[in-house]
């Protein structure tokens, strides 16, 4: 059963922004929640996670000053703005939670995670 789904993936420019949307359940809304990607060949790596209560984010340096993370409680939702986009950036998008209360950016120390959404950015 799939409990976090992501929507918002797609072809953009080098440039150019996207933004990434993670529905989440009633069970997978926890209080941390986080961004991971996978490129062919390569390890999934953290991008961003928020703890739902008090809005503490952490970000990859490799996208820190270009996206932003963000959520909104009562729907349930997570958000990845992507700005500035660039060609290193395309991978598979995965939205994540954690049950625990820390910004983790390993994504071993996640429970639960959406299908993933291509994202590809052209040169």
């Known amino acids: 059963q799939v409990q976090l789904v992501e929507p918002g993936g797609g072809l953009v420019q080098a440039g150019g922004s996207l933004r990434l949307s993670c529905a989440a359940s009633?069970?997978?809304?926890?209080?941390?929640m986080g961004w991971f990607r996978q490129a062919p060949g390569k390890e999934r790596e953290f991008v961003a996670a928020i703890r739902l209560s008090g809005g503490t984010t952490s970000y990859a340096d490799s996208v820190k000053g270009r996206f932003t993370i963000s959520r909104d409680n009562a729907k349930k939702m997570v958000y990845l703005q992507m700005n500035s986009l660039k060609p290193e950036d395309t991978a598979v998008y995965y939205c994540a939670a954690d049950v625990g209360v820390i910004l983790h950016t390993t994504p071993d120390r996640y429970d639960y995670w959406g299908q993933g959404t291509q994202v590809t950015v052209s040169s």
């Open positions: 009633t069970r997978t809304f926890r209080d941390v």
